[in-house]
């Protein structure tokens, strides 16, 4: 049954999507903050609106936006790294007052594995998080922000560190000095993986719940970045010599398995 799909943030991971779900013969609207992506967007077939999130008002027409959705995928990250003042949860609790106002009965927030802390240690959907940094800290509330909300059906994503076309952490550590060992390891995922896995909840709109997204091989960072970096044919990070004091956090997708996914594109680029 075809339905009406916004997709808030149409950037490397929601244009996509929305494509995905143009193709399986769904309506799309989806956002961008830039003027020069409207075009781009309108000639895939998406409806293309342009939205500004501030910490007090949308720039735009979100009440147009929102009007008659059947599910809404809110795909904004928290910009902590390139602005430290970003307050992503005043962001949050404004686009949950819009949410309301709009009474969408289906929501997607795609948040990261970064609210469960390094130490940790093995994780799954059952442990509740203990974020280290302020991006998971302020990811944990505004998932709780959007969870309070139980007239309409919420489900959680938290990704492990997305991989895909012009997109892999190893060439931004590629010939770089790291402090640590490389004992710690990687929760990584493809973003083929995650277009589906998205695909399976928006599909299902009477399944709440959280669930993480992260590829089931976890070798150290020393290991995978050393081997990643070869088949690039770039230098590989240094990993200083000495001990760490944990192997980091090890997140385990057990609510989407559950549901009877099965992971399909490997996080070794010579597998692909």
Same mark, same amino acid.
């Given at each position: 049954?075809?339905?009406?799909?916004?997709?808030?943030?149409?950037?490397?991971?929601?244009?996509?999507?929305?494509?995905?779900?143009?193709?399986?013969?769904?309506?799309?609207?989806?956002?961008?903050?830039?003027?020069?992506?409207?075009?781009?967007?309108?000639?895939?077939?998406?409806?293309?609106?342009?939205?500004?999130?501030?910490?007090?008002?949308?720039?735009?027409?979100?009440?147009?936006? @929102? =009007?008659?959705?059947?599910?809404?995928?809110?795909? !904004?990250? /928290? *910009?902590?790294?390139?602005? +430290?003042?970003?307050?992503?949860?005043?962001?949050?609790?404004?686009?949950?007052?819009?949410?309301?106002?709009?009474?969408?009965?289906?929501?997607?927030?795609?948040?990261?594995?970064?609210?469960?802390?390094?130490?940790?240690?093995?994780?799954?959907?059952?442990?509740?998080?203990?974020?280290?940094?302020?991006?998971?800290?302020?990811?944990?509330?505004?998932?709780?922000?959007? @969870? =309070?909300?139980?007239?309409?059906?919420?489900?959680? !994503?938290? /990704? *492990?560190?997305?991989?895909? +076309?012009?997109?892999?952490?190893?060439?931004?550590?590629?010939?770089?000095?790291?402090?640590?060992?490389?004992?710690?390891?990687?929760?990584?995922?493809?973003?083929?993986?995650?277009?589906?896995?998205?695909?399976?909840?928006?599909?299902?709109?009477?399944?709440?719940?959280?669930?993480?997204?992260?590829?089931?091989?976890?070798?150290?960072?020393?290991?995978?970045?050393?081997?990643?970096?070869?088949?690039?044919?770039?230098?590989?990070?240094?990993?200083?010599?000495?001990?760490?004091?944990?192997?980091?956090?090890?997140?385990?997708?057990?609510?989407?398995?559950?549901?009877?996914?099965?992971?399909?594109?490997?996080?070794?680029?010579?597998?692909?």
């Amino acid at each position: 049954m075809s339905k009406t799909i916004g997709v808030l943030g149409c950037g490397w991971l929601g244009t996509p999507l929305a494509e995905t779900l143009l193709a399986s013969g769904n309506r799309v609207r989806g956002s961008t903050t830039r003027k020069e992506k409207i075009n781009s967007l309108s000639g895939k077939g998406i409806d293309a609106f342009l939205l500004r999130l501030g910490d007090h008002e949308i720039e735009g027409n979100p009440e147009e936006f @929102l =009007e008659g959705l059947d599910c809404l995928v809110v795909n !904004i990250p /928290p *910009g902590i790294r390139k602005d +430290p003042k970003a307050d992503f949860i005043s962001r949050i609790r404004l686009v949950e007052t819009y949410l309301q106002k709009a009474v969408i009965p289906h929501l997607v927030f795609v948040s990261s594995t970064s609210v469960y802390g390094e130490s940790q240690g093995s994780v799954t959907e059952a442990d509740h998080p203990l974020p280290d940094s302020q991006t998971g800290e302020q990811l944990l509330q505004g998932e709780n922000i959007l @969870l =309070e909300n139980t007239a309409r059906t919420t489900q959680i !994503i938290r /990704p *492990g560190g997305l991989i895909g +076309p012009d997109r892999h952490p190893v060439f931004t550590l590629s010939g770089k000095n790291i402090n640590s060992d490389g004992r710690e390891r990687v929760n990584l995922v493809r973003r083929k993986d995650l277009l589906n896995i998205l695909s399976l909840l928006i599909a299902n709109p009477n399944l709440s719940g959280t669930f993480n997204a992260v590829f089931p091989e976890h070798p150290s960072k020393h290991e995978y970045y050393t081997k990643e970096a070869n088949h690039f044919r770039i230098p590989p990070p240094v990993y200083s010599a000495g001990p760490t004091n944990t192997k980091g956090k090890k997140v385990g997708s057990s609510a989407i398995k559950a549901l009877g996914y099965s992971f399909a594109h490997s996080i070794w680029s010579s597998e692909l």
